[in-house]
């Protein structure tokens, strides 16, 4: 039903009347009342989004706008920064009939933390027709950005948690933050805690949360080494350095010295980690030192010396590169014009460090050499004296001592390479021998050394 006034309509003016129907047969309804009040009021803001202050992870500005009964028609709307950076944007869309979306990818103005946004709405109209439309006044209402990231990053773990005194290491870390790590970097010195100039170097990301030094902490040489890991967030909004927060932790690490460990010694002819027989002057003698490495990174026997140098004397050696568990020996010579007890202080180095990764003291006891043979006769009946025929060589060498009966027949042979040997009266199945006289041979490297008899008495 459309009616036409002869004049306008007054805004807040009151139509009272009653509608009746009629059918074709001229039958009548009943009549029915109505009043209308003609729309006075112009549009209304009723909530809006953000109201005081919001995280600066938000995405959108809201408000509901409405109109009873007209319904709104038209409005503009103003975004504002601070005081004068301004924008002037068009809905993005209606999210239903009385709510408008600004969605903050579509304003031109850059928004960042600490920015204080000011939403106008320049005018607004409804649908109201006839005695012309109802304009709300601007109407505006402002809010802050915050910092939704207030918290520095966090370290979470590190790694190493000891290392090797005189060994640089790669320090690696877990790093947690929100926003994401932007930057990290150890400073670092030598000692318990860290220095108030301490040397520093920067950590690459290897996964999204774990980061590791550009290179080597150190080397250091002592018993600790101070680490002070930090790192900085991702929240640095509008390039904002002050937004950007850094946390820090700092670390000990313990430092263990390295070195090998002696675990044999192999000789030939002498013992040189003990006294053992005497060796003879103006000879020459060979032995071996054996270590191992015990721990966990390769070591280097770059150089062996001895602090003394005069007596004993190092024989090149086999690989330098002594990777964990693996074995260094070190052969050694000993050669003495006079008679004494001789000892050296053996040092292995690694050129890493600036201490030795072996040390060990190595004796010799030498004596002017003569030959013996007695007693003579032996009276072999365990009694402890005389039972055995001694003999003590000059030399050492490839030895072969023989014994025979008279008439010519082998009893017994003694072989070794070195200088003290005995016989007991015995043939080499060890049966005893009858009393008599039997003669002795001595070869020293197959030539003959020495002959003559001995006699066993009963």
């Known amino acids: 039903i459309e009616y036409t006034p ?110 204080t946004v000011t939403v106008y709405i320049d005018s607004a109209s409804d ?12 109407v505006s209402w402002s809010f802050e950005i915050l910092d939704d990231d207030t918290l520095p990053p966090e370290i979470i773990g590190y790694s190493p948690h000891y290392s090797f005194s005189g060994i640089g290491f790669v320090v690696t870390a877990e790093l947690d933050d929100r926003s994401g790590i932007s930057e990290a970097a150890v400073l670092w010195s030598a000692g318990e805690s860290l220095a108030s100039s301490p040397d520093s170097i920067s950590m690459h990301r290897v996964t999204p949360d774990i980061w590791a030094t ?88 770059d150089s062996i010396l001895l602090v003394i140098g005069e007596n004993f004397s190092v024989e090149p050696w086999a690989d330098t590169a002594l ?16 008679e ?27 004596r002017i050499c003569e030959f013996y043979a007695g007693p003579n006769p032996i009276t072999p009946n365990n009694d402890g004296i005389y039972d055995k025929f001694n003999i003590e060589l000059s030399r050492s060498g490839d030895i072969e001592i023989d014994f025979y009966r008279l008439e010519g027949m082998r009893v017994a042979t003694l072989r070794g390479t070195r200088r003290l040997y005995e016989w007991d009266g015995t043939d080499d199945a060890g049966r005893p021998q009858p009393p008599g006289i039997y003669l002795w041979v001595i070869k020293i490297d197959g030539d003959v050394y020495k002959h003559g008899t001995v006699t066993i008495a009963r």
């Open 214 to 301: 550009d290179g080597d902490i150190g080397p250091v040489v002592g018993d600790y080494i101070a680490l002070c890991i930090c790192a900085s967030d991702s929240d640095a909004d509008c390039d904002n350095p002050l937004d950007r927060s850094w946390g820090c932790d700092t670390f000990t690490v313990p430092l263990d010295p390295l070195g090998l460990r002696q675990i044999s010694v192999v000789s030939g002819g002498w013992n040189p980690s003990e006294y053992g027989d005497p060796l003879c002057a103006s000879e020459e003698f060979s032995g071996m030192v054996a270590f191992y490495n015990p721990d966990t990174v390769t070591l280097f026997a």
């Open 127 to 138: 649908l109201a027709v006839g005695c012309g439309v109802n304009i709300l006044p601007p």
């Open 340 to 366: 004494g007890e001789f000892c050296d202080t053996l040092l292995v180095f690694d050129y890493r460090l600036s201490y030795p990764i072996a040390e060990d003291t190595i004796y010799a006891r030498v």
């Open 323 to 338: 990777s964990p568990g693996d074995t260094l020996v070190v052969p050694l010579i000993l050669f003495a014009e006079r």
């Open 6 to 115: 002869d004049t306008l309509w007054l805004h807040g003016a009151a139509l009272s009347g009653t509608l009746t129907v009629a059918d074709s047969l001229g039958s009548l309804s009943e009549p029915y009342p109505f009043d209308i009040i003609i729309d006075a009021e112009p549009p209304e803001i009723i909530w809006r989004y953000p109201f005081d202050s919001v995280p600066d992870t938000f995405d959108n500005i809201l408000f509901g706008i409405t109109d009873s009964p007209a319904g709104v028609d038209t409005y503009s709307l103003r975004i504002v920064v601070g005081i004068s950076d301004t924008d002037t944007v068009s809905t993005d869309y209606f999210l239903s009939h009385d709510t408008v979306r600004i969605g903050r990818g579509i304003i031109d103005i850059e928004l960042c933390e600490f920015d």
